[in-house]
């Protein structure tokens, strides 16, 4: 029987890191099924669900134990089942561009949660300009918004909360 299994490990960025992880994973068996793994500053992010047969669990999580301790990474491990479906929910992506400052992510999610909405995945960076250099900031967001939502009426109030924070905001539904 299939064991999923989530990791997140975190640490000072080299060469290698994915190599080394995802050995134990080849070694155990497992399946890679959804990641995420950035760096972060001076920092290593990974993050990752995995599958694996039930009887391979202690030695994989052994493993990758071993694995982080040898590299200095900090790790966590929980055990997990597949994400249940977001039956009348409509996917979509939400896109950020604009002046760099405090309070971005927090208003436009708070909008969003007042809404009913749920953030799937969100990636932000900062960028800078072409020819001046000022930092600007860039937000991806994928999110399920109930489907008795008005698209056109959660654009507009997007772009609006977006005008207050000098942000362009635009939302489109996800293409398959």
């Given at each position: 029987?299939?064991?999923?299994l989530v990791f997140s490990l975190l640490g000072p960025d080299r060469t ?28 290593f992010a990974m993050m990752f669900l995995c599958s694996v047969d039930e ?9 990758i134990e071993s694995v982080a301790s040898q590299l200095d990474l900090l ?102």
């Amino acid at each position: 029987m299939k064991q999923y299994l989530v990791f997140s490990l975190l640490g000072p960025d080299r060469t290698g890191l994915v190599d080394r992880v995802t050995e134990s994973l080849a070694k155990f068996q497992a399946n890679l099924e959804d990641s995420r793994m950035a760096v972060l500053g001076g920092e290593f992010a990974m993050m990752f669900l995995c599958s694996v047969d039930e009887a391979q669990v202690p030695g994989l999580t052994g493993e990758i134990e071993s694995v982080a301790s040898q590299l200095d990474l900090l790790m966590t491990h929980k055990s997990t089942s597949l994400r249940r479906s977001h039956a009348g929910m409509l996917p979509l992506q939400v896109a950020v561009r604009g002046a760099d400052h405090e309070g971005i992510v927090h208003d436009l999610v708070h909008h969003l949660v007042e809404q009913g909405v749920s953030v799937d995945n969100l990636e932000s960076q900062l960028v800078n300009a072409p020819y001046s250099g000022v930092p600007l900031f860039e937000m991806q967001m994928r999110i399920s918004a109930p489907a008795s939502l008005s698209l056109s009426a959660l654009r507009r109030r997007l772009q609006q909360v977006g005008d207050d924070l000098n942000v362009d905001v635009e939302v489109e539904p996800v293409s398959v």
